[in-house]
Nanobody
Framework: VQLQASGGGLVQAGGSLRLSCAAS????????MGWYRQAPGKERELVAS???????NYADSVKGRFTISRDNAKNTVFLQMNSLKPQDTAVYYC??????????????WGQGTQVTVSS
């Protein structure tokens, strides 16, 4: 399974960005899709995830500002980021859990996209 992420960039505090990540390859079904981030000197952390049942889960630090959604027909997940803060600066990674065949699950990571929020 390959992931292609896009949408990162530089934005001023209070601004917005939208990340997208498209999955391709041998996909029977996608169980969950999500976004993680890693700031310099910090561990990678979950930002948001969404399951097949469209049940979203958010880190407390982004609740009310970020929205995760998915387009099942295009195997794509989006992260709408509003009211961005300098502490949101990080490399954002797309993550998917895919059923590649009955009984065979595979986890894949995207290449990472830089989000920089200036104060």
């Amino acid at each position: 399974v390959q992931l292609q992420a896009s949408g990162g960039g530089l934005v001023q505090a209070g601004g917005s960005l939208r990340l997208s990540c498209a999955a391709s390859g041998s996909i029977f079904s996608i169980e969950s899709m999500g976004w993680y981030r890693q700031a310099p000197g910090k561990e990678r952390e979950l930002v948001a995830s969404i399951t097949t049942a469209d049940s979203p889960n958010y880190a407390d630090s982004v609740k009310g500002r970020f929205t995760i959604s998915r387009d099942n027909a295009k195997n794509t997940v989006f992260l709408q980021m509003n009211s961005l803060k300098p502490q949101d600066t990080a490399v954002y990674y797309c993550n998917v859990l895919v059923l590649v065949a009955p009984g065979s699950m595979e986890e894949s990571w995207g290449q990472g996209t830089q989000v920089t929020v200036s104060s």
